[in-house]
């Protein structure tokens, strides 16, 4: 029933596109048990198959018009002019996420860390499960797949918690994250219109900033609460990153499924630091640059994590002189004015990248990075107020919630009444007002593009 459910699901978006989904499903499927059964080089080489199918999709989907614009653009400084034909169509919904889940299952074999799956139904349903398909969190095999053998019973407790998670990532998503988008798509829609408003810059890209968390957050509570009403656990995708003390801790708490992967499957395999601080720097380039390929087929995606994996170097190479600058700020004396200003200095350095992430183009993104530090002028332009001021009420009943969470009830427990009577008026009024604030004619989830 949850793998035909999963199949309506995803062809909702465009039906024909199961069959690629099948086609990844089936070739995994096998590989998984010719590598369990192969003996020597013949189990790397069934990886190898497995992996280049995966991949072999994900590039013609997502990456064939974006290497052919650039080979195209390359020649034509040499003074060729190739006319290679480009493919007119749309790319498959969450393809990223479930090329990778798919992936960690054959090398998760491969590495004897998971019994192949004979059951070819069971394989399915492991990279089609519905609430994590098109946007996470990238389950691992070890994680998701005996859950599906298991009986799960009626529990009350279970349901209720998965409900209210999903109520909560409802909220982020049209309550917080479609406000803060319609102030960003004024700014980076339209920047050449903002020109000498450099408040308006910065407060587009701390609105984008918390659209992008709370869009892709949200999705990920009711991917997870939606799981647990039926006895499935997904892991943990978000752990309010917004609320670190610096730029790697920002990126152990985000998209926590995207960056173990990268760590266990490309960062560790290269060496990791494990041949020295110079030869970790260059793997964790490495990563960040192929982290902004995942994302997207375009150069402001791989440029935004490449200043991210340069952040992480810099922060390698001189974490003691960063020590020193903020002890002589005086937040050593003081714990309160340590947090917050550690905190406010890393959120301040994960969004500037963010320019790249949003701009529709590169020079959209350096006009924006220059009236970023245009210090010579500084107006705000709210644009519609309502929308500004709903959007400014729903982050900080955010950070209302995570600060609670995070030094106050130390779980991911949202803060409720403990009355049954109380919390029947609690969660009725949370519902009204999502239905009287949030915005529900904007567009889908950020996510389901990559």
């Known amino acids: 029933m949850l793998l035909t459910a999963s199949c309506v699901f995803y062809m909702f978006f465009i039906p024909s596109y199961i069959i690629i989904l099948l086609f990844t499903v089936v070739i995994d499927y096998f590989a998984g ?10 189990r790397k080489l069934f990886l190898i198959i497995s992996i280049i199918a995966n991949i072999g999709v994900l590039s013609v989907f997502k990456y064939y018009n974006f290497f052919v614009g650039n080979i195209e653009g390359l020649a034509g400084l040499l003074g060729w002019h190739p006319d290679i034909p480009l493919l007119n169509m749309v790319l498959p919904i969450g393809l990223s996420f479930h090329t990778f889940q798919a992936m960690s299952y054959t090398i998760e074999v491969y590495r004897g860390n998971q019994k192949p799956e004979k059951n070819i139904l069971l394989y399915a349903l492991y990279v089609m499960f519905y609430p994590q398909l098109v946007a996470g969190p990238i389950e691992r095999p070890q994680n998701l797949l005996h859950q599906f053998k298991e009986e799960h ?12 998670l999903m109520l909560w990532g409802l909220f982020k998503k049209v309550v917080i994250a479609d406000r803060c988008g319609a102030y960003v798509s004024n700014v980076f829609d339209y920047p050449y219109q903002h020109t000498g408003e450099t408040l308006t810059f910065w407060c587009g890209l ?17 991917a997870i609460g939606a799981a647990q009403v039926m006895g499935i656990k997904l892991m943990t995708n978000f752990k309010r ?11 152990q708490r985000w998209h926590i499924s995207l960056t173990s992967w990268f760590m266990d499957y490309v960062f560790r395999p290269l060496g ?20 902004g390929l995942w994302h997207g087929a375009a150069w402001t995606f791989v440029i935004c994590f490449f200043i991210f994996g340069a952040q992480l170097v810099f922060r390698l190479y001189f974490k003691k002189q960063i020590g020193w600058l903020f002890d002589h700020l005086g937040s050593k004396r003081n714990k309160r004015w340590n947090n917050i200003l550690h905190t406010a ?35 705000l332009n709210i644009g519609n107020s309502s929308t500004f001021i709903y959007a400014v009420i729903g982050v900080l009943i955010l950070y209302t919630v995570e600060i609670y969470q995070e030094y106050y009830s130390k ?3 949202l803060p409720e009444p403990k009355s049954t009577g109380l919390k029947f008026v609690f969660y009725s009024s949370v519902i009204i007002y999502i239905l009287l604030t949030g915005v529900f004619d904007a567009s889908q989830f950020i996510y389901f593009q990559f």
Do not use: H
């Open 33 to 42: 048990l010719w590598i369990e059964n192969a003996k020597g080089r013949n």
């Open 153 to 164: 019973l009626f529990d009350y407790n279970r349901i209720v918690g998965g409900l209210k």
């Open 206 to 222: 701390f609105f984008f900033a918390w659209q992008l968390y709370c869009d892709f957050s949200g999705y990920s509570d009711m």
């Open 241 to 251: 990153p917004y609320l670190s003390k610096s730029i790697g801790e920002i990126w």
């Open 272 to 291: 990791g630091y494990r041949k020295g601080r110079d030869r970790g720097a260059v793997n964790l380039l490495i990563v960040y640059f192929l982290s």
């Open 345 to 379: 200095v890393a959120f301040i350095m994960i969004c500037i990248p963010f320019a790249f992430f949003r701009a529709n183009n590169l020079p959209d993104a350096l006009f924006i990075l220059k009236s970023l530090f245009n210090f010579g002028t500084g107006a």
């Open 411 to 413: 779980s991911d427990a």
